[in-house]
Nanobody, 121 residues
Framework: VQLQASGGGLVQAGGSLRLSCAAS????????MGWYRQAPGNERDLVAT???????NYADSVKGRFTISRDNAKNTVYLQMNSLKPEDAAVYYC????????????????WGQGTQVTVSS
């Protein structure tokens, strides 16, 4: 299973970016998906998660500015980031719980490679 993240880049404060993360490879089902971020010297923190049925959860720092969504047919999760602030700058990682045909109800965590988001003030 591979998670391929894209969409990062450099944006001015107040601007927007949209991250995408597509899962590929041999798997049975994808459960929860999410985005996390890690700034230099900091731990990796949760940004937002979404269940397969679309229930979302956000870090307080991004509520009202970021929107997570997913397309189950495309095995893809998105993160729309609006009103970006310099403190949003980080490497953003996507995460997915994935089950296999051999173990259909046991989900294992997979991580994407990370995509850099830089916000200039």
């Amino acid at each position: 299973v591979q998670l391929q993240a894209s969409g990062g880049g450099l944006v001015q404060a107040g601007g927007s970016l949209r991250l995408s993360c597509a899962a590929s490879g041999g798997f049975w089902s994808i459960g929860d998906m999410g985005w996390y971020r890690q700034a230099p010297g900091n731990e990796r923190d949760l940004v937002a998660t979404i269940t397969r049925s679309g229930v979302t959860n956000y870090a307080d720092s991004v509520k009202g500015r970021f929107t997570i969504s997913r397309d189950n047919a495309k095995n893809t999760v998105y993160l729309q980031m609006n009103s970006l602030k310099p403190e949003d700058a980080a490497v953003y990682y996507c995460n997915a719980g994935v089950s296999s045909a051999a173990s259909r109800y046991r989900f294992r965590d997979y991580w994407g490679q990370g995509t850099q988001v830089t916000v200039s003030s």
